[in-house]
């Protein structure tokens, strides 16, 4: 059982084009993001992820995907971005 509701889940055309030359699945790191791993994000951020889940708050989670691209979810929506 998921800690939090994702909400709705969005993506940008950028992400989905990075994930598309990745050769990798949105829903692979969809479902990294729902188990609570937070991917390359500092351990300040996943201390802050932790009292975002107490308090339902906005979730921060960064992937690099495995061609070196960064995929970044953020959550409000599940919002998945190329940086």
């Known amino acids: 059982m998921n800690r939090f ?5 969005v993506t940008t055309p950028g992400a989905l084009a990075a ?3 990745s050769g990798e699945s949105l829903f692979d790191y969809l479902t990294r993001h729902l188990s609570d791993d937070w ?3 500092s351990a ?3 201390r802050e992820n ?3 889940l107490e308090n339902g708050w906005r979730l921060l989670s960064a992937y ?3 061609n070196r691209d960064r995929d970044l979810g953020d959550y409000g929506c599940t919002h998945l971005a190329r940086w």
């Open 5 to 9: 509701n994702p909400g709705q889940v």
């Open 50 to 52: 932790e009292l975002s």
């Open 39 to 41: 991917g390359d994000i």
């Open 44 to 46: 300040e951020d996943a």
């Open 64 to 66: 690099t995907l495995k």
């Open 19 to 21: 994930l598309e030359a």
